[in-house]
């Protein structure tokens, strides 16, 4: 049984062999791809509200032959409404379904169900904690476009609470690349993922501007502010934000990724420019799903 609840359990050499598999559905036509998780039943907890992640994780398991038990708003509908512990309905839920894609509010609830868990889990974010599944999409999307060797990538956002830059930064540390880490004061990477960095081979600068930085980038990563991990005054913090006007200032090959969804932080009008990748980033994430699935029960 193997729970993916961390991007860290990840090497270059298994994102090789998975990258190998999702181009290979990528390029298969519908009725061609191979059905290894016939018989099989996922279920996807979600505690939290979703779009990309639970239609394509659903998707994936449609495609690759298997059924699937679907809780989306799962605080709502759940006996955790009557008082039922997350470890209970992991139990329970593991009795019905051969693995459990599961999203929660809560960083390292991917974590304490996996400690229960009869079956595998697959962590699709757990609060600010990792989206690991999301990682691996946007690098897969990131290798289509560019070799990562000494590529400036510059993380803009919510370096604090978003799980899908914390994810992708521990990915990104195995590459000999230049991060600029692009934050508002006080929303800077959490201590730990900054030692992280500090002990690779990467170079790394904070700035507090998205523009001055922007003719240096070869990949841009935006994410929109976490205003649901914050109450009060911090929800209103603005981010960086990317306006048409500032798409001079990018480097003609540079890349424009953002896991979406985009609120503020990405003009609509940016979506025209073909340095905008990240629609085609969405859509990578039913490949990699599917690649990850097909992985995790063709070697049974
Ligand atoms: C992300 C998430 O849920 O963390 N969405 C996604 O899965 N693509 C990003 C976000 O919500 O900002």
Same mark, same amino acid.
């Given at each position: 049984?193997?729970?993916?609840?961390?991007?860290? @359990?990840?090497?270059?050499?298994?994102?090789?062999?998975?990258?190998?598999?999702a181009?290979r559905?990528?390029?298969?036509p519908?009725w061609?791809?191979p059905?290894?998780?016939?018989?099989r039943?996922?279920a996807?907890l979600?505690?939290?509200s979703s779009?990309?992640?639970?239609?394509?994780?659903?998707?994936?398991?449609?495609?690759l032959?298997?059924g699937?038990?679907?809780t989306?708003?799962?605080?709502?509908?759940?006996?955790?409404?009557?008082?039922?512990s997350?470890?209970?309905?992991?139990?329970?839920?593991?009795?019905y379904?051969?693995?459990i894609?599961?999203?929660?509010?809560?960083a390292g609830?991917?974590?304490?169900?996996?400690k229960?868990?009869?079956?595998?889990?697959i962590?699709?974010g757990?609060?600010?904690?990792?989206h690991p599944?999301?990682?691996?999409?946007?690098i897969?999307?990131?290798?289509?476009h560019?070799t990562?060797?000494?590529?400036v990538?510059?993380?803009?956002?919510?370096?604090?609470g978003?799980?899908t830059?914390?994810?992708?930064?521990?990915?990104?540390?195995n590459?000999?690349?230049?991060?600029?880490?692009?934050?508002p004061?006080?929303f800077?990477?959490p201590?730990e993922?900054?030692?992280?960095?500090? @002990?690779?081979?990467?170079?790394?600068a904070?700035?507090?501007?998205?523009?001055?930085v922007l003719?240096?980038?070869?990949?841009l990563?935006?994410n929109?502010?976490?205003?649901e991990?914050?109450?009060?005054?911090?929800?209103?913090?603005?981010?960086?934000?990317l306006?048409e006007?500032?798409?001079v200032?990018?480097?003609?090959n540079?890349v424009?990724?953002?896991?979406?969804?985009?609120?503020?932080e990405?003009?609509?009008?940016v979506?025209?420019?073909?340095?905008?990748?990240?629609f085609e980033?969405?859509?990578?994430?039913?490949y990699?799903?599917?690649?990850l699935?097909?992985r995790?029960?063709d070697?049974d």
């Amino acid at each position: 049984m193997r729970h993916i609840v961390s991007i860290k @359990q990840f090497d270059k050499q298994q994102l090789a062999k998975l990258f190998a598999v999702a181009k290979r559905l990528q390029l298969s036509p519908p009725w061609a791809v191979p059905q290894p998780l016939k018989g099989r039943v996922i279920a996807t907890l979600f505690y939290e509200s979703s779009t990309r992640t639970r239609l394509s994780f659903e998707s994936a398991v449609l495609r690759l032959g298997g059924g699937i038990l679907s809780t989306d708003n799962a605080q709502e509908v759940l006996s955790s409404t009557k008082g039922e512990s997350l470890a209970d309905t992991i139990r329970i839920i593991g009795g019905y379904a051969d693995a459990i894609v599961l999203r929660h509010p809560e960083a390292g609830a991917a974590e304490r169900a996996a400690k229960v868990s009869p079956v595998p889990i697959i962590n699709a974010g757990d609060g600010s904690g990792e989206h690991p599944t999301q990682a691996l999409l946007d690098i897969y999307t990131m290798q289509q476009h560019k070799t990562l060797n000494n590529m400036v990538v510059g993380l803009a956002g919510d370096l604090r609470g978003s799980r899908t830059l914390h994810s992708l930064l521990l990915l990104l540390i195995n590459y000999p690349i230049h991060l600029r880490l692009i934050a508002p004061k006080g929303f800077d990477l959490p201590p730990e993922l900054m030692q992280q960095v500090e @002990q690779r081979n990467v170079s790394w600068a904070i700035e507090r501007a998205l523009q001055p930085v922007l003719p240096r980038l070869d990949v841009l990563y935006i994410n929109r502010w976490q205003s649901e991990r914050y109450r009060g005054a911090k929800s209103k913090v603005l981010g960086p934000a990317l306006r048409e006007e500032d798409l001079v200032l990018l480097k003609h090959n540079a890349v424009i990724m953002n896991p979406l969804p985009r609120v503020s932080e990405v003009d609509a009008a940016v979506d025209a420019d073909p340095r905008a990748i990240y629609f085609e980033q969405a859509k990578n994430g039913l490949y990699v799903r599917m690649a990850l699935l097909s992985r995790l029960f063709d070697n049974d």
